[in-house]
Structure formats: structure tokens, C-alpha cells
């Protein structure tokens, strides 16, 4: 016969899925907010122990962060935050409480942490590291005297890579209430996005704001690099990627659309990407996508009818001559802006020459507005600065 020393046996800690959230599930995320819920059973978790939260591979915890939610203990005030000492280690957030942690009791706090940078190959990087949360109590503050574990059983969240930097532009006048026009939808991933299954698919999905309406076969220029195909119905598109991938770096793709009536209070497009989903379900996929990014959309106008008239020789200074007819009311504070085309310079000085427009001020600026074209160039902001002197609709200036 032989003694021989068992296992220790912990209490066990659930950290309760719904209701623990990333509040930001994207790489590159700097101070996102993370909340836990967990319950402690069958025994209560003594006063003056740590919490210990250890994050995946790849996150850090911020300093100064740390806030109690509902059921959390009294906190010592000695909150610690403790970089990683090997490569194997990982980030953790040290909390000493000073009363227990009944059984069953549901107890919250958040933290803010960096998440982890883009790889370069998202469904690689995801086979190779886990994205468990380890959540233990212990009687002291390395860790090694533990009396109560998780296990590293929660699974995390399923991070996504953002697109980049992402644009829709219009086509050149193409921002009128019910056009159909051609936007460029530009975007800049950092990571390939592809299947790892043989027969697989990759597809982008296009939200439109509210009023915006695609076309049923919206690719307006084939072929086009990155994409095969674009299936649109209504605000939503699907464009399915070559070879099941989406590429890294600088692409982009024209795309039919008619423009809403007017300006959508929420006017973000959000586009979205998925694996090894048919073209329907992605459509209608509420859930499960490995990219997004969200953009500003382009504000909705109506067109002027303007004449322009000037000196054609090249290289001079002239003097420049604008009709146009108002289609809406100016008041004051109100602007009209001229925009010049790429090469062109515009002056405020010596002065601007009112005829019958209300004279007002001045302003000369420089920069990339999408309704004139995606590149920089000057453009004259003329505001009304006299309370009875206003632009009226219908009436040519």
C-alpha cells in the first residue's frame, strides 16, 4: 500500500456567455471595453483573495481601466495590470477583493484592452491561437495558490479584421436624388481573407444606407480584379471575391446604385465580409462575418443649373464669370461654394465681383469633396453675412 498525493480540486468559475462582451470584436482596437459576468460554485470565494483575468495571445490591458460592476466585493484599491514575463505568458489584471464572492452570485466589471494587431493572414493566425479567457481566485498574488478556476472553458470572441481605409465615391455629379450612378467603393485591407476549403467562397457584403437602392447585376465595369460577380437587391449587395479571397492591400470596384431621395439620417455603408456561405446567405446573414468596416456616406444634392465663362488662354489670370439658379432658400449664414477643377486656382483678392448675388464673405479653402472628384483642389466659400440680403429658389444670380 501507498499514499500518493491527488489532484487538487478548485471551485468552479463560469463565466456567463451572454452576458461577457468585447464591446469592439475587431483587430487594431485600442482601449475597447470588455465586461464579465461570472458565478462562483459550490463554495463562496474568501475575502482578501486576487482575481486574476488572463487574456488571449495578442491582447493587453490598460491601466487605470479597471471599474466594479453588479455583486463585485469591496476592492483593496490594489489593482495591478502585468505584462506578460515570457512569451508564453500573458497579460493579466490582478484584483485583490476584500469581501466574498458568495456562491451563485452573479458578479460584473470591465476592463479596457488593446486587441490584437491584424495578421497577416486571418484564418492562419485563428488556427494557431486561442482565444480562451482564463478567470481564477487565488490566495496570493502570483497566482500559484489557486482556489478557484475557469479552466480557460470561455471561448472568447471571434475577432474581425477591418477593411481598411474605405471609400465610396460617387461618380462625378452623380450626388442628385434618384440617380443611378456609378460609386467606387475603394478598400485597403492589411490582411488576405480567403477559404482553407476546397470549393470554398469568400464574399464582400455592401449595406447601403436607408433610400439607396442597388442594382440587381451591380458591377458597372467587368472584369473587375477582385470580384466575379455583384448580386444586389435593394440597400444590400453581394459581390463573390476571385479564388475565394479577399487581398490584402489597395483594390477597388464601380458600382451601380440609384441614390436615396434624400440624405439618410444614418448614412454609414457598412460592408461586411464572409466564408463559405452562398451568395443567398450571405444577404441575409445577421451574424458571422470575419471583416466589417463602416464609412460616411456622400451627402445627397440637388443639381444647380450653372453657366461658367472665362478667359480661355493658358497660364493667365482672368477673371471668371458664374451664373447659376438658386433651387433652394439661403438665409444667412448660408454658402454657396465654387469649386475650381484639378490645376485651377482660385483667389478671394483682389476681391470677388457681386453682381446681383448678395454680397457676403470670402473664404478660400482647398481639399477633396467626393461630389467633385477625388482629388485635392480650391474652392471659394461665399456666405451670407446680410440679413436682408438672401438667396431665393428660382431666381438666376
Known sequence: LANFVGPPTYNMITIQQQLTTLADPFFDMDGTLVQIAFLVHPTAISTGQFLILSAPFGFKFFERTFEAGEGFPVVSGSVYIRSPTSSVARWRCVVQILTRIRPLQMVKFSVRVATPRTPEDVAL?????????????????????????????????????????????????????????IVTVAIKPRSVMRSL??????????IAPLGFEFDIGCLAVTPDPTFTVCE???????????????????????????????TPADNRWILESFLDLSMELVASASAGSRQMSSVEGYSI??????????????GAVTTVFVWFLATRFLDIGGAVELHAPRDYELRCTPRVQYINMPAGSCQLKKGTVASSGDFPHSYLVLALTVPDQLIYPNVPY
Not at 127 to 147: C, I, K, Y
Not at 197 to 206: D, E
Not at 232 to 259: E, F, H, Q, Y
Open 125 to 181: 493566425w485563428e488556427s494557431d491561437h486561442s482565444r480562451s479567457w482564463l478567470l481564477v481566485a487565488a490566495r496570493d498574488f502570483e497566482g500559484q495558490e489557486l482556489s478557484s478556476s475557469n479552466d480557460d472553458l470561455f471561448p472568447g470572441f471571434a475577432l474581425m479584421s477591418s477593411f481598411g481605409s474605405v471609400q465610396v465615391v460617387p461618380e462625378p455629379n452623380g450626388v442628385t436624388s434618384r440617380q443611378r450612378v
Open 301 to 314: 444634392r440637388e443639381l444647380l443649373q450653372a453657366t461658367i465663362g472665362a478667359n480661355t488662354q493658358r
Open 197 to 206: 476549403k476546397q470549393g470554398g467562397s469568400a464574399h464582400v457584403r455592401i
Open 232 to 262: 444586389g437587391s435593394g440597400r444590400i449587395a453581394v459581390l463573390a471575391a476571385r479564388d475565394a479571397t479577399i487581398p490584402a492591400g489597395p483594390s477597388s470596384s464601380k458600382i451601380w446604385v440609384a441614390n436615396a431621395g434624400l
